[in-house]
């Protein structure tokens, strides 16, 4: 298993659709519940496992309401299938007031995925 941050440029890109496209260098990243992300230099905005081109995420920081985040992006449209996709959809967004809760909401979405997966 691989926790990845924000590296992973296709990943940054998604994220930037979904939560506003204001890129890396704005400390303040806005969230789903209405709050931001104020990083600094050297935070990652999220972490992720990845699965057959599902993607678990959290955010290891509180945005400015106080809420820590978790949620799955879902492979969608052309490609999707075949294991080549271009297009992701935010999905199953939770918010927790511990960081601990959404790293193991993040962690146990990708687990029952890849069980389910084997089976």
């Given at each position: 298993?691989?926790?990845t ?45 990845e ?21 799955t992006y ?5 490609g ?7 297009r ?8 927790f ?23």
């Amino acid at each position: 298993m691989t926790v990845t941050d924000e590296g992973n440029e296709l990943l940054q890109e998604i994220v930037n659709r979904v939560f506003g496209d204001i890129g890396f260098s704005d400390p303040r990243t806005r969230t789903p519940g209405g709050g931001f992300l104020e990083l600094k230099p050297g935070q990652c905005e999220y972490r992720h496992w990845e699965e057959n081109d599902w993607m678990f995420c959290y955010t290891p920081w509180k945005d400015t309401e106080g809420w820590y985040w978790a949620w799955t992006y879902k492979p969608y449209g052309k490609g999707s299938r075949s294991g080549n996709p271009t297009r992701w959809k935010a999905v199953g967004f939770v918010k927790f007031r511990s960081r601990k809760k959404a790293k193991k909401r993040a962690e146990d979405r990708y687990i029952t995925f890849t069980n389910r997966a084997i089976a």
